[in-house]
């Protein structure tokens, strides 16, 4: 997605978790819980999906692992499925990225799901929910 407004402020949409109910339709809680032993900062996100009468909802714990940039400005961040509960769990991972472009910037995102629940399902409803999340997310980037 191309936004038009600076890298920094983008990126500020995209690295807290907590700001994606915002935008992102199919998050509709995160808020952030313990975190990790060495401090990483961690979210308690619930999922959920609707396709025609049928409806899923997961709970996620999920945690930023790393913030990567250049200099003291971070650009990109990698957001994993941590559960502290002792149980096996699917794995999540989301590896957002926020380049300059031209006057404004561009984002990336890549999430890559490790479970066969949701199957192709996941799926639809992602790429249905992106289009419709962009429009939000440009709004909120666009407006003072």
């Known amino acids: 997605m191309d936004a038009p407004c600076p890298p920094d402020e983008l990126f500020a949409w995209v690295e807290d978790l907590g700001r ?11 808020e ?3 975190p990790t032993e060495d401090g990483s900062a961690a979210w308690s996100v619930d999922l959920r999906g609707r396709v025609g009468p049928f409806a899923r909802s997961k709970r996620l714990r999920m945690v930023r ?6 200099g003291s400005t971070p650009r990109q961040a990698v957001f994993e499925r941590q559960e502290n509960d002792g149980r096996h769990h699917s794995g999540w991972l989301l590896r957002v990225e926020v380049v300059a472009a ?3 910037s561009a984002l990336a995102m890549r999430l890559r799901y490790d479970g066969a629940l949701w199957g192709p399902v996941l799926e639809r409803l992602l790429a249905e929910e992106v289009e419709r999340s962009r429009e939000r997310l440009l709004a909120l980037v666009s407006s003072p």
């Open 65 to 70: 692992t790393a913030l990567i940039g250049s």
């Open 20 to 30: 994606y109910p915002f935008w992102l339709g199919i998050v509709q809680r995160a």
């Open 102 to 104: 031209g006057t404004g």
């Open 32 to 34: 952030p819980a313990a």
